[in-house]
């Protein structure tokens, strides 16, 4: 019966994956070639080599720094895009930082529209759909995150659809960031933020307060708390979950550990994405089978494509298409 439930595949989407988080070591190596960047010391074989939450974000920066013109980022969405839909993918959010597009020294509506046609082009060849997650930088501050918050209000027309807040989770706190996400949710895009990673539940409780979001980025911590399990549930809240993340940055030791049949027999409605696939050894498809391997036969792996399909920043009528 094992045997032939690994055989059943289902159709794969994913509410969360960052961009520049997509570049696989060998393209960024190419692009340092091609401009004389040394990153001998960020790249080891097919992998890249980062320590702690820090170290990852600084080399995330470094990456992202290797994509400057419009051009590069209208690639990296379409490759990544045609890359899932292969795998089976029909749907995913790809989370766009406008500050690190300036850092690359690109105007952030240029960046934007790039994306936007990367993922027009990927619909096109592989029928996926794509939308795009404006975030905000934590640790830049709550101006910064605020001057995103703008843009993506102004970005309908470049297919953005929500507002995230990404970056390093022990920095600040959910009410800083209130008034970017008062901005966007009045432009009607849908509100996501990283909480319950680095910190615990009062983290998350904190944030659903203060930034009316739908869904979490992570989450998971949440399972150290039974009122906000409760709270959860009865709020319909989405988690998006990446599992393979979350073991590469230490948050649990091991799969034994981590929680997601927990999340699930506490009767909440969950999700997995990849986060950013290379520099945690993972893809979408890895996500999926390590629902499977905690005991996610083939309906309730259906039900993680069917929540992010419910849950997701998308249009009505492209909604019921996809359902
Ligand atoms: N920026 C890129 N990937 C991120 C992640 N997983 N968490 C927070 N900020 C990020
Ligand atoms: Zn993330």
Redesign the pocket.
């Known amino acids: 019966a094992a045997a032939r439930e690994r055989q059943v595949t289902v159709p794969l989407a994913e509410l969360h994956v ?1 961009l520049e ?1 997509t570049a696989s070591p060998a393209l960024a190596r190419e692009q340092a070639r091609r401009l004389g960047v040394a990153i001998d010391d960020l790249v080891d074989g097919d992998r890249y080599r980062w320590q702690g939450f820090g170290g990852f ?1 600084e080399a ?1 920066d470094r990456v992202a720094a290797l994509f400057r013109t419009p051009d590069d980022f209208r690639r990296l969405a379409s490759n990544y895009l045609r890359d899932i839909a292969a795998r089976g993918a029909v749907y995913a959010e790809l989370f766009v930082s406008p500050d690190h597009a300036r850092a690359s020294g690109l105007d952030p509506d240029d960046y934007l529209e790039a994306v936007a046609r990367g993922a027009t082009d990927a619909e096109r060849e592989a029928g996926i759909v794509g939308r795009l997650v404006v975030v905000g930088v934590r640790h830049l501050g709550p101006d910064a995150a605020e001057a995103a918050a703008r843009l993506a209000a102004m970005s309908r027309h470049r297919g953005v659809t929500g507002f995230g807040l ?2 390093d989770e022990r920095s600040g706190h959910p009410a800083d960031f209130a008034r970017a996400f008062a901005i966007a949710g009045e432009a009607a895009l849908g509100l996501t933020a ?1 909480a319950g990673e680095f910190a615990g539940p009062q983290a998350i409780s904190e944030t659903l307060d203060r930034l009316k979001v739908t869904r979490l980025g992570h989450g998971v911590r949440a399972v150290e708390d039974a009122a906000l399990l409760d709270r959860l549930r009865r709020e319909r809240i989405v988690l998006e979950v990446y599992p393979h ?1 979350n073991l590469a940055l230490g948050v649990y030791p091991d799969a034994d550990a981590y929680p997601l049949r927990r999340l699930r027999e506490a009767g909440l409605r969950l999700t997995v994405s990849s ?2 696939p290379p520099f945690f050894g993972t893809n979408l498809a890895r996500e999926y089978a390590f629902a499977e391997s905690q005991s996610f036969g083939p309906a309730e792996r259906l039900a993680l494509t069917r929540t992010a399909l419910e849950a997701a920043f998308v249009e009505e009528g492209v909604r019921r298409q996809l359902l």
Do not use: E, I, K, P
């Open positions: 960052h988080g974000l995330y990404a970056g990283h993340s986060d950013d």
